[in-house]
C-alpha cells in the first residue's frame, strides 16, 4: 500500500545516504569558513542586512547537502559572491553614514523621559504589549522608570534608567494595568495616558484630553522603584 523506499528516500537510492555524508561535511566546513570571513560583527548582531545574508548562506549551503542534481562548485560560487557583496557593502558603510543609514537604518527612540515618543514608535511594527513584555522582562513595571528607550538597529531595546531618587510618575506596564482606564477621578492623585504615557497630577473632578497625544483615557501612575 505505501512505497516506504520512496518515502524514506524520494527518488534517490541507499547509496546516495553516504554522498550526502560527504556532501554535508563539506558544505558545514564551508559555512564555517564562511562565517570566519564575515566576522564577529556579522554573526553577533543580525540587522535586516546581516539576516539577508545569512539567509543567503544557508540556501546555497542547504541544498548540494541532499539534492543530488545540485553540486557543490555552484553552492561554492554563491558562497563566494554573497561573501564578496558583503564585504564590499561594509566597505561602503563604514565610509558612508547616509549609505549606512540607507542599508541598515537607524536606532528608533521609543521612550523619552517616561513618555512613549508616539511618531517614531507608530513606524515600528512593534505591538505594545510585545514591546512592554520586554519592558518588564528588563525588571521595568512603569514608565516613569525609564529615562530612554531605543530600538537599536538590530531589534533589540537599550533601556537606560533613572536612578532610583530620580524616578517619576509613570504608566504603569504590568498585565492587565491598563484594562480599566479611567475618565473621572475620584481622588487627587498622578495619572498617566493610557496611549503616550504622558503623566499629570490631578484633582477629583474630569480628567480631560492629554496635551500630549488629545486621547482622553487615564490610569493611576505608579512611582514604584525598579526591581533589578
Not at 532610583?164 to 491598563?178: E, K, T
Not at 481622588?187 to 497630577?201: A, D, L, N, P, V
Request: aromatic letters at 12%.
Amino acid at each position: 500500500m505505501f512505497d516506504y523506499q520512496q518515502i524514506l528516500l524520494g527518488s534517490e537510492d541507499w547509496g546516495f545516504l553516504l554522498e550526502t555524508v560527504l556532501r554535508t561535511s563539506i558544505m558545514f566546513v564551508i559555512i564555517i569558513c564562511g562565517l570566519r570571513l564575515l566576522g564577529k560583527r556579522g554573526v553577533k548582531q543580525l540587522s535586516v542586512f546581516e539576516l539577508v545574508v545569512i539567509i543567503g548562506l544557508g540556501s546555497a549551503a542547504g541544498d548540494p547537502m541532499f539534492y543530488k542534481d545540485v553540486g557543490i562548485m555552484p553552492a561554492l560560487v554563491v558562497f563566494t559572491m554573497i561573501i564578496s557583496l558583503y564585504s564590499i557593502i561594509t566597505f561602503f558603510i563604514a565610509k558612508n553614514k547616509k549609505f549606512e543609514k540607507l542599508v541598515e537604518g537607524k536606532p528608533i527612540c521609543l521612550i523619552d523621559k517616561g513618555v512613549f515618543c508616539i511618531h517614531d514608535f507608530k513606524k515600528e511594527s512593534l505591538g505594545e504589549d510585545e514591546f512592554f513584555a520586554e519592558l518588564r522582562m528588563k525588571g521595568v513595571s512603569h514608565l516613569g522608570q525609564i529615562e530612554k528607550a531605543i530600538e537599536e538597529i538590530s531589534g533589540e531595546i537599550s533601556v537606560f534608567y533613572y536612578d532610583d531618587q530620580d524616578i517619576r510618575y509613570g504608566l504603569p506596564i504590568m498585565p492587565d494595568s491598563l484594562d480599566k482606564p479611567l475618565k473621572n477621578f475620584e481622588k487627587k492623585s498622578h495619572y498617566s495616558c493610557t496611549f503616550c504615557g504622558y503623566t499629570e497630577e490631578f484633582d477629583f473632578g474630569k480628567g480631560g484630553q492629554c496635551r500630549v497625544c488629545q486621547h482622553d483615557e487615564w490610569i493611576e501612575s505608579s512611582n514604584k522603584k525598579r526591581i533589578s
